[in-house]
């Protein structure tokens, strides 16, 4: 593995049943990056991650923090400080802010500020005004911060954020940008997957474009953008 990288995945491989979604899919995370996965939806993308995570099986290998973690169930993988926030978010309804926070909480990594209740509530002050809510009682942009933000309190090292903007309301889609800069600029990697071009272009530093379960393109967010158009009017004109 090439030096300094956080998270790196080589020819992954995976199908639901008889059906393969993966064809060797490969990335590679640096300290401190946001790597965005761009498609349309079934591409793969969402797949890719929870690959990643241990949650489908899979062949291929991941590395974390250069550790080969392929072969690892998905919770010993969180362990190890892989953090993932599904697209379904999977709160707990019954539980409170503070206490769906509380179910995520992991001991703090070196050499990195330990994320707190406190921390997370500047973060999201929407979340620090409804603390005793429960989860269930919140609107879908509360809850996928909540998600987020329960996250966090595992303080890991690499973040797999799953269409993080996807039905949320265009305030809503500023704070969680918001949020991903200041995680950014605090050095943790994120990989995320997302279909909304304008909410890439503001966080992402690369993209990898993914169709029918491969990566057919890499770059800057303006070059897949621009590969995306031109696909667009080709099939157009077709």
Request: glycine share 12%.
């Amino acid at each position: 593995m090439s030096g300094g990288l956080q998270l790196e995945a080589q020819d992954l491989a995976a199908a639901y049943g008889r059906a393969q979604v993966l064809f060797g899919v490969s990335l590679a995370l640096a300290p401190g990056e946001v790597l965005a996965l761009v498609g349309r939806n079934g591409a793969g993308k969402s797949t890719t991650l929870k690959a990643i995570m241990g949650l489908v099986p899979a062949t291929g290998t991941v590395r974390l923090g250069g550790q080969d973690i392929a072969r690892l169930p998905a919770f010993e993988r969180a362990r190890l400080g892989l953090g993932y926030v599904p697209e379904d978010r999977r709160i707990f309804t019954d539980l409170t802010v503070l206490e769906n926070l509380e179910t995520g909480r992991r001991p703090p990594r070196s050499g990195r500020a330990p994320f707190t209740e406190a921390r997370l509530f500047a973060m999201f002050p929407n979340l620090a005004e409804m603390r005793h809510r429960r989860g269930g009682a919140m609107s879908g942009g509360e809850q996928q911060m909540l998600a987020l933000a329960r996250t966090l309190m595992g303080n890991p090292a690499v973040l797999l954020l799953d269409e993080p903007s996807e039905g949320l309301a265009p305030r809503i889609v500023a704070e969680m940008a918001k949020a991903v800069a200041a995680l950014k600029a605090e050095g943790l990697s994120i990989l995320v997957s997302e279909q909304n071009v304008a909410f890439t272009r503001a966080i992402a530093d690369r993209a990898l474009l993914i169709e029918r379960g491969a990566v057919r393109a890499a770059g800057s967010v303006g070059e897949i953008e621009a590969r995306l158009a031109a696909d667009a009017l080709g099939t157009d004109a077709q």
